[in-house]
């Protein structure tokens, strides 16, 4: 069991760059898969990205080249470097922690907006 906090998002123009924290509280974080999803009103929630706790990311094709997942194990935190934004990107963005063996679908943060538009 673990608990999210999200931050860093906000409005920014198309072409810009945000970067997302998610902050853990709980043990064994070094564990956890981590992940990072998003939902654009009247869309279902979709992944962006993901982590695992042997470092190996997956992003989605929408994505690649733009983001960047990492973690810091010591600090407890996932971040997610967005750049250039485009205005599809707009969404709520989630950080999701899940075990690997966990057939649940883990623990979710309140999520952040990120808007990008002119």
């Known amino acids: 069991q673990v608990q999210l906090v999200e931050s860093g998002g906000g409005l920014v123009q198309p072409g810009g760059s945000l970067r997302l924290s998610c902050a853990a509280s709980?043990?064994?974080?070094?564990?956890?898969?981590m992940g990072w999803y998003r939902q654009a009103p009247g869309n279902q929630r979709e992944l962006v990205a993901t982590?695992?706790?042997?470092?190996?990311?997956i992003y989605t094709d929408s994505v690649k080249g733009r983001f960047t997942i990492s973690r810091d194990n010591a600090k407890n935190m996932v971040y997610l470097q967005m750049n250039s934004l485009e205005p599809k990107d707009t969404a709520v963005y989630y950080c999701?922690?899940?075990?690997?063996?966990?057939?649940?679908?883990?623990?979710w943060g309140q999520g952040t907006q990120v808007t990008v538009s002119l």
């Open positions: 709980g043990s064994f974080f070094s564990l956890y898969d």
């Open positions: 982590i695992t706790s042997s470092d190996s990311p």
């Open positions: 999701n922690a899940k075990r690997p063996w966990d057939p649940s679908g883990g623990s």
